[in-house]
């Protein structure tokens, strides 16, 4: 169980903050909606290098180097963003959010890679990734306005992740040769890259102001943190669960209920509405994340370099969509932010079916994975 430990805490520390840096940015530093979609974006963008770096580098130098350096480089990094919310303002605040990004793109690709060698089971271990959201979301939640200790709180659990990771035993350590731009690896999972990146972009300029949303239509921080903590659980037992089926029929339902799931958004004037939605989206991401995943690691010996090439698309999606997304709520309100998710989410379920009739592989897809039963 060291692994998921690892996974379910370090994803808390990281992601915790999630429900209150908006907040933080308009309320404490007066930044404008597209200010902080800029923000998101550059944390994002910082993601991006370091997921593409470190993943190549856990395959062609070894996986333990690269988690035992993201561990604890992040939750240095936490720390300092706990100070800066004391002694800074909102470029110091901004500066620290931006080197957050980059220190926690350095490890998940090493982790998910030792994970499938360990066990194979993506899905599973993708499991405890969304429980460690919900437990941060949640608790970093119930803070409220002591922004400061929540930091606190959450450089801890880093720093319990990285004595973890201490111990794990390394016994299957094989480097291998990969190009710094591997063009065929990108060709070969074009398909689940470039759908990835349309649906998350437009996801993304929905999750950069969401915790403002919520607070329009009447959620106070704790039940942002409840809100946000209904999604991480449902990945969690959804999750659990999709080991078994095949990876693009996986994808193929993640990006369809994606699109289901922002048009109900829509609908809603009140926070609790927004309850059954929030599970709608559990199911739409569950079966997304773990079906890229596992559509990337089963067809490639290169798991961190593909998997961390993922991640690189998901923060591209976070560089485009906060920034995207801060303009178009300016421009045209939540309302028309959501709208304009919901198209994107159908667009990229075209693309990814075209791409599966072209290769032939929309007529080979099964109910359940061959690999599995």
């Known amino acids: 169980m060291k692994p998921e430990a690892i996974q379910l805490l370090s994803n808390a520390g990281l992601f915790g903050p999630v429900v209150i840096v908006p907040v933080i940015l308009q309320e404490e530093f007066g ?15 910082m993601a991006f290098i370091s997921s593409y770096l470190f993943g190549r580098a856990s395959d062609v130098h070894g996986r333990r180097r690269i988690l035992l350096l993201g561990l604890v480089l992040s939750a240095f990094a936490t720390l300092a963003q706990a100070a800066s919310l004391v002694w800074g303002g909102l470029v110091f605040f901004s500066l620290m959010r931006v080197l957050l990004g980059f220190c926690g793109g350095i490890f998940p690709a090493a982790l998910l890679a030792y994970a499938y060698d360990a066990k194979g089971k993506m899905g599973k ?19 409220g306005t002591f922004y400061e200790a929540a930091y606190l709180y959450c450089a801890a659990i880093m720093f319990a992740s990285y004595a973890i990771a201490l111990k794990l035993p390394f016994t299957k350590e094989v480097s291998m040769e990969v190009p710094f731009f591997p063009v065929d690896l990108i060709k070969k999972n074009a398909p689940v890259y470039s759908a990835m990146l349309i649906r998350h972009t437009g996801a993304n300029m929905i999750w950069v102001t969401y915790p403002l949303f919520l607070a329009s239509i009447g959620a106070d921080p704790t039940w942002i943190g409840i809100i946000y903590a209904v999604n991480a659980f449902g990945q969690f037992f959804v999750m659990n669960v999709l080991d078994s089926y095949d990876p693009a029929l996986l994808v193929a339902v993640g990006l369809g209920s994606s699109a289901a799931t922002f048009f109900t958004f829509g609908l809603v004037d009140s926070y609790w509405q927004i309850v059954p939605a929030q599970l709608l989206l559990a199911t739409a991401w569950g079966c997304l994340y773990v079906g890229s995943l596992r559509y990337v690691m089963d067809r490639n010996k ?11 698309t998901m923060s591209i999606s976070g560089i ?28 990229a379920l075209a693309i990814f079916l075209y791409d599966l009739a072209k290769s032939g592989e929309l007529y080979r897809m099964r109910v359940r994975s061959g690999s599995q039963t």
């Open 125 to 143: 271990f993708s499991a405890w990734g969304a429980a460690g959201w919900g437990v941060g979301n949640l608790s970093v939640g119930l803070f």
């Open 320 to 347: 485009l969509g906060p920034v995207i997304g801060g303009v178009a709520v300016a421009a045209y309100g939540f309302q028309g932010t959501i709208g304009i998710a919901t198209v994107m989410s159908i667009v």
């Open 31 to 45: 930044a404008s909606t597209d200010l902080i979609g800029f923000i998101a974006g550059a944390f994002a963008a």
């Open 302 to 312: 290169e798991k961190a370099t593909v998997s961390g090439l993922l991640s690189s």
